[in-house]
């Protein structure tokens, strides 16, 4: 394989893993956004969303490589799946938000940062506990279908993957930048006093933070499932670090930015695994991480501080 081929399957590749990031990345940045609030529970809500997507695709009778019963057409189960999954993990997040996350609301200091340290290792622990440190097979229902392009290989797990990605980032996009609620959103990031003051519903508006942060991370963690065919309760952390990596290097706040921030992790770790080695990735990464905070803490678009002057 020649080096340019090298360098395209390499894309292919972090292009991949940067839909799965840039997905997660938008949860910590959309609570952020409202909050100013590290979510660190996110980690292992994306990883129980893997465990979501794993027993719903079971429960349509996939299991492993084998579909054993499958009375709808495949597009109709994985969106179905997407969709149960999406759901669940929401739900999950609203549950964090109102049991653990409200009553600490105008607690000054690190108090709900850190109870949300406290739950992710509730959701870990829970999910060891009844699961398994086990990994289990994730379904592979895909059809094995590859194209060609020069030396690389695009798969259709990748094109999947891809879709389904890109469609949810313009959709939470569109829904922040055209929508009443999105508008909504805005405002109370900008300054939540104010937004009370002119009629804006601020618990509201947290809450759907919570529900679509939560639903993106869970269709992050399908993701994974889809591309790396297993999951395990371990899986949370280290995808969880590199999306606050994506988040931060986009700008913590920022949409636009953890997209972006995303997909340059995901071509990070690629190439770096590729070229320099595996085990120097992290290194790499969270080297990145901290250059940003120390250099450029608002990230590379950086976040609009409300003026409250």
């Known amino acids: 394989?020649?080096?340019?081929?090298?360098?395209?399957?390499?894309?292919?590749?972090?292009?991949s893993l940067g839909a799965m990031y840039a997905l997660l990345a938008l949860g910590?940045?959309?609570?952020?956004?409202?909050?100013?609030?590290?979510?660190?529970?996110?980690?292992?809500?994306?990883?129980?969303?893997?465990?979501?997507?794993?027993?719903?695709?079971?429960?349509f009778g996939m299991n492993g490589q084998t579909v054993i019963l499958v009375g709808l057409p495949l597009v109709g189960v994985l969106l179905a799946?997407?969709?149960?999954?999406m759901l669940a993990s929401g739900a999950l997040g609203v549950v964090i938000e109102r049991v653990c996350l409200?009553?600490?609301?105008?607690?000054?200091?690190?108090?709900?940062?850190i109870t949300t340290i406290g739950v992710s290792y509730i959701l870990f622990n829970i999910i060891l506990l009844t699961v398994g440190a086990d990994s289990k097979n994730f379904a592979n229902p895909l059809p094995t279908i590859r194209?060609?392009?020069g030396g690389a290989v695009l798969e259709m797990r990748e094109v999947l993957i891809w879709g389904i990605s890109i469609l949810l980032m313009i959709g939470l996009y569109y829904?922040?930048?055209?929508?009443?609620?999105g508008k909504a959103m805005r405002a109370t990031a900008q300054d939540p006093e104010a937004a009370r003051m002119m009629g804006v519903e601020v618990d509201r508006?947290?809450?759907?933070?919570?529900?679509?942060?939560?639903?993106?991370?869970?269709?992050?963690?399908?993701?994974?499932?889809?591309?790396?065919?297993?999951?395990?309760?371990?899986?949370?952390?280290?995808?969880?670090?590199?999306a606050f990596t994506a988040a931060v290097l986009g700008g913590i706040g920022n949409v636009p930015g953890a997209m972006v921030g995303g997909f340059a992790i995901g071509m990070i770790?690629?190439?770096g695994g590729q070229f320099i080695a595996t085990e120097w990735t992290d290194v790499i990464i969270f080297s990145i991480l901290v250059l940003v905070l120390v250099f450029r803490p608002s990230g590379l678009f950086g976040r609009v501080a409300p003026n409250k002057s």
């Open 147 to 149: 194209w060609k392009i």
């Open 269 to 271: 770790e690629a190439m």
């Open 205 to 242: 508006v947290i809450i759907t933070a919570f529900f679509l942060g939560s639903a993106l991370a869970g269709a992050g963690g399908m993701i994974f499932g889809l591309y790396y065919n297993f999951t395990s309760f371990i899986i949370g952390f280290t995808a969880g670090l590199r």
């Open 175 to 181: 829904f922040v930048q055209r929508s009443r609620l």
């Open 1 to 15: 394989m020649t080096m340019t081929d090298l360098l395209l399957q390499q894309t292919i590749n972090g292009l």
């Open 81 to 85: 799946t997407l969709a149960i999954t």
């Open 28 to 59: 910590f940045t959309l609570v952020y956004g409202i909050l100013e609030l590290i979510n660190f529970s996110h980690f292992n809500v994306f990883m129980i969303g893997s465990f979501i997507a794993l027993w719903t695709l079971q429960a």
């Open 102 to 113: 409200r009553p600490l609301r105008n607690v000054k200091g690190p108090a709900a940062m």
